[in-house]
């Protein structure tokens, strides 16, 4: 089988390179040459922003990954080695509408964890469904953990995980956990790697304006094959965005597949109510609930209170990926919508710490996100409208930069760990391009939301004028943006 994946693999990069360079064959002599205008579209001059950014990031996500993070992990280990009591740990599991396979493995790898934590540990089973009780039940009278560890289970009713989480938690405060403790929020389809706690508890007693930290994450994608090297490519940016946003101790999500929190921070009213109710006051849609995007509440709610935010490249987890579509644009589309929705809702506040509080490098990052789903269309805009007027060896041109480009950038991809494939280099382009399309549209419509395992629709008690305004004035906008941008376009050309 292994066999099979490197001969599939091989003959991928294979025909991509061919296909390069036919493409480069096929150019004519003028495309290269200096004084020739296509020569600077080829080279791709409007998208040197964009690269140059992309290059920091990468930059300092390897002078964290081999300096700064090894020296900060020898540190925690040092400490810890001086014997003090290991740290009390809560692992709190939110599952509902999971595949019960899915929902075994999860928690046979946080029952394994906690027995394997040498201090005292709690699992919280936070779940709907008898059948997930009994589940949880059976396994824990199966592995029969000693005294150290203990179950609590948490009955709640199906109304969204932001309840499952809030419900968890008061559980938790209830539960009087000693000033040490410690929180792991894992997701229903999250499956623990041997020894996540040992690498990531160490670092809140030598880290102390560390409030949470998130970890690196693999995936077993149950769909098709473009699905599976999708979710990998993604996972593969996202391990390299966050060691770089770790180096200014301000990783931008605390993903809610697993994330851990100190316990004095998710017993907080405050935090619990951010959790459970955060909501946005926009200046044309009003003010509505958030649905999902809770690993982004959380993380606001603890950078506007002070704390750190961090990430451990070394601790993993496997997410079992079940995509809401067969088809993998649908599917792809409706996963954009709802991880950028969340995204672009917190960003419209987050922005407004300021970089006194935030950091300069995590503000301008935070900026560049609303500006990115415009520039991104710049280079593929400018390409198309330009061969309507000087022919197609501009946008040859184009297609040669483009094929050339993100073979770097999936090389870079390989120095994350993650494994890469013959079709990173489309997929980079097609996130680029329908991800900056799907931006668009959610930057003009943030009160649109769902929940792509649950059907959970937000309602709103909106008054009939106010009802047509947003019906109307999202589209609107959307596509007075969108003639700017097009004349910008033109006048380049």
Request: aromatic fraction near 8%; charged fraction near 25%; include cysteine.
């Given at each position: 089988m292994v066999m099979i994946r490197a001969l599939v693999s091989a003959s991928g990069w294979l025909i991509y390179l061919g296909a390069l360079g036919a493409i480069a064959l096929l150019l004519p002599e003028t495309a290269f040459d200096p004084e020739h205008a296509t020569y600077w579209v080829a080279l791709g001059t409007i998208g040197l922003w964009r690269y140059s950014l992309?290059?920091?990031?990468?930059?300092?996500?390897?002078?964290?990954?081999?300096?700064?993070?090894?020296?900060?992990?020898?540190?925690?280990?040092?400490?810890?080695?001086?014997?003090?009591?290991?740290?009390?740990?809560?692992?709190?599991?939110?599952?509902?509408?999971?595949?019960?396979?899915?929902?075994?493995?999860?928690?046979?790898?946080?029952?394994?964890?906690?027995?394997?934590?040498?201090?005292?540990?709690?699992?919280?089973?936070?779940?709907?469904?008898?059948?997930?009780?009994?589940?949880?039940?059976?396994?824990?009278?199966?592995?029969?953990?000693?005294?150290?560890?203990?179950?609590?289970?948490?009955?709640?009713?199906?109304?969204?995980?932001?309840?499952?989480?809030?419900?968890?938690?008061?559980?938790?405060?209830?539960?009087?956990?000693?000033?040490?403790?410690?929180?792991?929020?894992?997701?229903?389809?999250?499956?623990?790697?041997?020894?996540?706690?040992?690498?990531?508890?160490?670092?809140?007693?030598?880290?102390?304006?560390?409030?949470?930290?998130?970890?690196?994450?693999?995936?077993?994608?149950?769909g098709g094959y473009l699905m599976r090297e999708w979710h990998r490519m993604r996972f593969a940016q996202r391990h390299l965005n966050m060691c770089s946003m770790a180096l200014s101790h301000r990783v931008l999500t605390l993903t809610g597949r697993m994330s851990m929190f100190r316990a004095c921070i998710v017993t907080d009213p405050e935090f619990i109510e951010d959790v459970e109710n955060d909501h946005l006051d926009h200046w044309r849609l009003g003010t509505f609930k958030f649905l999902t995007g809770d690993d982004k509440s959380s993380w606001y709610s603890l950078v506007r209170m002070g704390w750190d935010t961090w990430y451990v490249p070394d601790a993993s987890i496997t997410t079992v990926e079940h995509p809401p579509d067969k088809s993998f644009v649908r599917a792809s589309r409706k996963l954009m919508f709802r991880w950028y929705g969340n995204s672009l809702r917190q960003n419209q506040r987050a922005t407004k710490l300021g970089w006194k509080v935030l950091g300069p490098f995590v503000w301008y990052v935070l900026i560049d996100q609303r500006i990115s789903m415009w520039t991104s269309l710049l280079g593929i805009s400018v390409a198309l409208w330009g061969t309507l007027i000087y022919g197609p060896e501009l946008l040859m041109g184009y297609l040669l930069w483009i094929g050339f480009s993100r073979l770097v950038l999936t090389i870079l991809l390989a120095f994350s760990g993650h494994p890469v494939g013959p079709t990173f280099p489309l997929l980079l382009y097609y996130n680029q391009v329908v991800g900056s399309l799907m931006k668009i549209k959610v930057s003009f419509h943030l009160d649109q939301q769902s929940w792509t395992r649950q059907d959970t629709k937000l309602t709103r008690d909106l008054d009939a004028w106010q009802a047509r305004f947003n019906r109307w004035s999202s589209p609107a906008l959307m596509a007075a943006s969108a003639s700017l941008f097009a004349a910008v376009v033109v006048s380049l050309i």
């Open positions: 992309g290059a920091v990031h990468f930059v300092r996500a390897m002078i964290f990954l081999h300096r700064r993070y090894p020296k900060l992990k020898r540190d925690a280990l040092a400490e810890q080695a001086k014997g003090a009591p290991p740290a009390p740990v809560y692992l709190m599991v939110t599952s509902f509408r999971i595949d019960s396979s899915t929902s075994a493995a999860v928690y046979r790898s946080v029952i394994q964890e906690a027995m394997a934590w040498k201090g005292p540990a709690t699992v919280v089973a936070s779940i709907v469904e008898m059948a997930d009780e009994q589940l949880v039940k059976m396994l824990w009278e199966r592995y029969a953990p000693p005294e150290h560890v203990r179950l609590l289970i948490v009955r709640i009713p199906g109304t969204g995980k932001r309840d499952a989480l809030a419900q968890g938690f008061r559980a938790i405060s209830r539960d009087l956990p000693a000033p040490d403790a410690l929180v792991a929020v894992v997701d229903g389809d999250t499956v623990l790697q041997h020894g996540v706690l040992d690498r990531t508890v160490p670092f809140f007693r030598t880290r102390t304006r560390m409030g949470a930290l998130t970890t690196n994450e693999f995936c077993e994608v149950r």
